[in-house]
T-cell receptor
């Protein structure tokens, strides 16, 4: 079974802090995604990576950056956290050639105070 | 731009009965894919069912089936013989055939199963 893990289930940070969210997948997937999930808005893509060191902006990249130094690991970085970044963050991965089936992690609920 | 609308924020159904979740989408494209994903409480999101727009036959996966109406841009999910384990948020999503990864998501429908 594909396993996607995220470093924390719950995280509380202060405004202005630098925040790292990590995601690891164990199935050698080329593609990895970071989404933000808010009630009534569904999932919105923040960033996508299709290979090591490669990334593309999604719909809402402002205030976020990403890093993919190894194939299995995709990090989301909030350079200076703000209260409007309080949300659920979901990581997902998929195979090139079968990108429709995205495998999701359990999510990180981030609260910025 | 494509959009996906789920007009039912919450639905409830009696255990063992059938429920239909609605999804409509807006696109000017003719080639695309549609999906239903399920997110159980405190558990990972998983793919339930997938439909190619060029296929007239509705997709089915065990107790889950879709009613795909291309002209009406409608893509509803029918769950037969509802079980307690079906309780979850259900998300409808769209992907253009010209994009190999970008999914457009609906807002979700919370499904409650009454024992």
């Amino acid at each position: 079974d594909v396993k996607v893990t995220q470093s924390s289930r719950y995280l509380v940070k202060r405004t202005g802090e630098k925040v790292f969210l990590e995601c690891v997948q164990d199935m050698d997937h080329e593609n990895m995604f970071w989404y933000r999930q808010d009630p009534g808005l569904g999932l919105r893509l923040i960033y996508f990576s299709y290979d090591v060191k490669m990334k593309e902006k999604g719909d809402i990249p402002e205030g976020y950056s990403v890093s993919r130094e190894k194939k299995e690991r995709f990090s989301l970085i909030l350079e200076s956290a703000s209260t409007n970044q309080t949300s659920m963050y979901l990581c997902a991965s998929s195979l090139t050639g079968n990108t429709d089936t995205q495998y999701f992690g359990p999510g990180t609920r981030l609260t910025v105070l | 731009a494509q959009t996906v609308t789920q007009s039912q924020p919450e639905m409830s159904v009696q255990e063992a009965e059938t429920v239909t979740l609605s999804c409509t989408y807006d696109t000017s494209e003719s080639d695309y894919y549609l999906f239903w994903y399920k997110q159980p409480p405190s558990r990972q999101m998983i793919l339930v069912i997938r439909q190619e727009a060029y296929k007239q036959q509705n997709a089915t996966e065990n107790r889950f089936s879709v009613n795909f109406q291309k002209a009406a841009k409608s893509f509803s999910l029918k769950i037969s013989d509802s079980q307690l384990g079906d309780a979850a948020m259900y998300f409808c999503a769209y992907r253009s055939a010209s994009s190999n990864y970008q999914l457009i998501w609906g807002a979700g429908t919370k499904l409650i199963i009454k024992p």
